[in-house]
């Protein structure tokens, strides 16, 4: 399934006063997959996303978004991906349904695609009956959706999502799961996904990369990284015991 | 500008359900309307049975009704709206996350800065605009003058340098957004910077002249003229002292010169040819045209210094 490169990074590097965020970081994304992005907190994964999506400037390297320098051409790549972010805010006192029209705004959709998609994207998440009450009185769960109609409504090429299923109940949970499947197969969205609920990746991932204090220290489909770190054949294996083997090992 | 009409219109309907703008709009509106009607009652008194000259009608705008001049009150107050328009522009923003989801979407980073000073502007200028033909309003009930096309020219005059004077804060209070991550920081630090320059200077500026001519016998004129001088020079660094010096002269059309009685020349003192006759507004324009440019490149390198450190900022930092 594998098809051409849609992200490429080439030793992207970011310092923060003197701290390497992210280290000569060689990664690549191809078009249509759902790329699982792992690591310990602090190791890097959001100042990545960060610096694909041209918000953060790198400190070395070059990333390409379909071929394009998000730091030349940041109109592009923003309209191209769909950003959900790990601590996500909103305008509390706006509805939910007015925080979407304005997202629809900003991207310079007509009003009247604008509402069929709201509508579309509340009925995806699930919050069409809190969709006129303003997001103060949201529930944390139901921010996260929220934060994930924002997203749909942008209807991306491609979708960065830092922890999503995170404060979501468990049917919330294998709703998202199948509406990023479906979002991929259908609508042939790539998703780049950081989650630390390795099951969930395991489920829909087809590859991971493995973020270690800023260095990347594995990339592939998960069989192939289950081979090579537990040398297994035909025995069933967790992600969990992967990424387990590769974090002891540093 | 990719996002800026977005952002503007989201801006100013922020602007007009906040209760901070619906309060102090009241609290503006009221005061001023008092101030005007006190005046013009006591001009009307004043002024029983006689022909009203045509520069009445601005002395309702300088004339104390209550304790102060309606001028007077937007001298002081006014500074402190453009702080409250704008001391948490991006700082609230960046707090709450929803900067980062803003400059995510397909905009200019600039559309963001330049959509909330332009929103705050309209805003600073619906109220002006409002409060001056209010009065005006008033002033022909009470007074039952009609300002002529000159007092009208004048009264323009005062609200364009009135809206530049107010937005020079709103300038600073957005760029102290940019500075400081916290809001309550921004906002002391805002009103700070404002009692800094609109008093501490006038009485630093008095004290310095005072101390450069101390050694001059106290009813020496040439010490007393050059103490004006140096203070005159010193208070520029004050936007309170040029903004109050322009308007003076603009609304006051016997007033022809924006500088202390102290340093008008010997001559013309002697002669009071400063008190006789109004000075038509083109010339009152060239007399305080130095202070307006003053307040506008003020207000335009604040704004300037505003955009180039939000353009530079590091999204995640601070
Ligand atoms: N503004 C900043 N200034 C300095 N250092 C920062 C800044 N932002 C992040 N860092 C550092 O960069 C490193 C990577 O942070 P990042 O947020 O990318 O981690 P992460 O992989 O997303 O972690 P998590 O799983 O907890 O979300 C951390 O060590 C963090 O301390
Ligand atoms: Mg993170």
């Known amino acids: ?250 | 500008m990719k996002g800026f009409v977005a952002i503007y219109r989201k801006e100013l309907s922020d602007h007009f359900s906040s209760y901070r703008f619906l309060i102090l709009f009241a609290l503006i509106a009221m005061v001023s309307l008092i101030t005007a009607y006190l005046a013009g009652m006591n001009m009307a008194k004043a002024l029983e049975g006689r022909v009203k000259p045509s520069t009445v009608f601005l002395s309702l705008f300088t004339a104390a009704g209550a304790g102060f001049s309606l001028v007077q009150f937007v001298t002081f107050f006014g500074p402190l709206l453009g702080l409250l328009l704008g001391f948490d522009a991006i700082n609230r923003e960046r707090n709450e996350g929803t900067l980062s989801k803003l400059l995510s979407q397909p905009i200019y980073r600039d559309a963001v800065i330049n959509a909330k000073f332009s929103a705050a502007v309209t805003m600073i200028a619906l109220m002006l605009a409002a409060i001056i033909l209010v009065i005006t309003g008033l002033g022909m009930l009470v007074l039952g003058v009609v300002p002529d096309a000159e007092a009208m020219g004048r009264l323009v005059v005062y609200f364009v340098i009135s809206v530049v004077y107010i937005a020079l804060w709103l300038a600073v209070a957005i760029l102290l957004s940019i500075l400081m991550r916290s809001v309550a920081t921004s906002a002391l630090a805002s009103l700070a910077l404002w009692i800094f320059f609109s008093f501490f200077v006038s009485i630093g500026a008095n004290a310095v002249a005072n101390s450069l001519t101390a050694d001059a016998p106290p009813d020496d004129p040439a010490a007393i003229v050059k103490r004006a001088r140096i203070e005159n020079a010193l208070s520029v660094l004050s936007p309170m002292v040029l903004y109050t010096n322009a308007t003076a002269t603009i609304v006051d059309p016997t007033r022809k010169t924006t500088r202390s009685v102290i340093q008008v020349g010997m001559m013309e003192q002697l002669s009071m040819a400063r008190y006789s006759g109004p000075l038509p507004l083109d010339q009152s324009l060239l007399v305080v045209l130095p202070n307006i440019v003053f307040l506008i490149c003020l207000t335009v390198i604040c704004f300037a210094a505003s955009y180039l450190v939000f353009m530079r900022q590091e999204i995640r930092s601070l």
């Open chain 1, 1 to 250: 399934m594998a098809q051409e490169p849609i992200i490429e990074a080439v030793q992207l590097t970011k310092v923060y006063n003197g701290h390497t965020a992210v280290d000569h970081l060689d990664l690549t994304v191809y078009g249509g997959e759902i790329f699982g992005f792992l690591g310990p907190n602090g190791a890097g994964k959001t100042t990545t996303l960060l610096m694909m999506l041209g918000l953060t400037e790198p400190t070395g390297g070059t990333v390409r978004v379909m071929g394009l320098d998000p730091a030349r051409h940041p109109l592009e790549v923003k309209a191209s991906i769909g950003y959900l972010q790990e601590n996500m805010g909103f305008y509390r006192d706006l509805t939910g349904r007015q925080s979407l029209a304005y997202i629809a705004e900003l991207n310079g959709l007509e009003r009247k695609i604008a509402q069929e998609r709201i509508q579309e994207a509340l009925e995806a998440v699930g919050i069409t009956a809190a969709a006129d009450k303003k997001v103060v009185t949201y529930s944390r769960g139901m921010r996260q959706r929220l934060g994930i109609a924002e997203v749909l409504i942008k209807k991306p090429r491609i979708a960065f999502l830092d922890e999503p299923t995170l404060g979501l109940d468990p049917e919330a949970t294998n709703r998202m799961i199948e509406l990023i499947k479906d979002l991929c197969r259908r609508h042939e969205m790539t998703v780049v996904l950081s989650s630390h609920f390795l099951n969930q990746i395991q489920k829909i991932c087809q590859r991971v990369g493995i973020m270690i204090e800023g260095k990347l220290v594995a990339q592939g489909p998960i069989e192939q990284l289950a081979r090579e770190k537990l040398g297994v054949g035909d025995r069933t294996y967790t992600l969990e015991e992967i990424y387990m083997q590769y974090f002891q090992e540093h």
